[in-house]
């Protein structure tokens, strides 16, 4: 199997199931940005020997991916109810909130704003969860125009920011990092 096809020379890709369209399509913007937090959270994970961190984000990972094959999927597609592909839904987005609710009595939650680069992990998690913000808004966009039907998607999203915050904080506890606080903008 060759790894390059020559079809996206054009400016081109396929959405799954095969309709075509162009790289710039809101689709490919919004499942492309998931890729990059898919890989920022891969760093995140390669460097840390915590394995409560690496879990989650394993996990986090996995349910990303999900995520992308149902934006990579035009709504206008019949799909074969037989496949039982996976979706996001919002049993998805309770775990992520019990989660986050299970490590917060852990950390300190300041009412201030933080510069992130107190840690490796840290630096990571924070560039995942800014990555994760700018996906946010491609899929309301997506979601506004009527081209998403899953909301959970969005809610998920939403939720997974929050939690990428609090992991971040957490992780910076557990090796004794202190973040510097901008107390007044």
């Given amino acids: 199997m060759k790894i390059y096809t020559k079809k996206g020379d054009a400016g081109k890709t396929s ?3 095969g309709k075509e369209v162009e790289k710039f399509d809101p689709r490919c913007e919004a499942y492309g940005t998931i890729d990059e937090a898919v890989a920022c959270l891969g760093l995140a994970k390669s460097l840390s020997n915590n394995n409560v961190i690496i879990d989650f984000l394993t996990n986090i990972q996995k349910e990303l991916f999900v995520i992308g094959s149902e934006l990579a999927t035009p709504i206008e597609t019949n799909i074969n109810p037989d496949k039982k ?15 986050i609710d299970n490590l917060v009595p852990n950390i300190k939650i300041e009412n201030e704003f933080i510069l992130p680069g ?4 840290s630096s990571c998690l924070h560039l995942a969860r ?5 996906c946010e808004r491609q899929i309301v966009k997506l979601y506004k125009d009527g081209q ?3 909301i959970s998607i969005l809610h998920y999203i ?4 929050d939690f990428i915050f609090v992991l971040s904080k957490y992780q910076d506890r557990n090796e004794n990092e202190e973040h510097v606080k901008i107390s007044s903008l």
Avoid: C
Wanted: aromatic letters at 2%.
């Fill in 15 to 17: 959405l799954l199931y």
């Fill in 85 to 99: 592909l996976p979706r996001i839904s919002e049993k998805n987005v309770g775990n992520i909130e019990k989660e």
């Fill in 118 to 121: 107190t840690s490796p992990i």
């Fill in 130 to 134: 800014a990555i994760i913000r700018r």
């Fill in 148 to 150: 998403l039907l899953n």
């Fill in 158 to 161: 939403n939720r997974l920011s």
